[in-house]
């Protein structure tokens, strides 16, 4: 059974921090992305961040040199580091993991998501 599990999030103020974790029960050798999203009532959720196996990055525009994402390898691990929050960041966060097995064939894996609000 896989699990993906999201923390980290909280209630803070315009300009704090905070940091996300995702642990995932998946082999960390079938991996191809993890990624996360956000979504706010009556809203699409978006993607903020991904990862790829190889370490490439890609970043929303709206959190572009405020957020980071890496991973641990070994652990099969992914965070998200957000830096100077702004109340449009307020949202449901969730962790993505995306996975390819033999034959070519991918599953998506989500969180149950992590509450970030961002208020004063």
């Known amino acids: 059974q896989v699990e993906i599990v999201e923390s980290g999030g909280g209630l803070v103020q315009p300009g704090e921090s905070l940091r996300l974790s995702c642990a995932s029960s998946?082999?960390?050798?079938?991996?191809?992305?993890m990624a996360w999203y956000r979504q706010v009532p009556g809203k699409q959720r978006e993607l903020v961040a991904n990862?790829?196996?190889?370490?490439?990055?890609n970043y929303a525009d709206s959190v572009q040199g405020r957020f980071t994402i890496s991973r641990d390898n070994d652990k099969a691990m992914v965070y998200l580091q957000m830096n100077s929050l702004k109340p449009e960041d307020t949202a449901v966060y969730y962790c993505?993991?995306?996975?390819?097995?033999?034959?070519?064939?991918?599953?998506?894996?989500w969180g149950q998501g992590t509450q970030v609000t961002v208020s004063s």
């Open positions: 993505y993991v995306q996975r390819q097995v033999s034959w070519g064939q991918k599953y998506d894996y």
């Open positions: 998946l082999s960390i050798f079938n991996i191809l992305a």
């Open positions: 990862i790829s196996s190889s370490g490439a990055t």
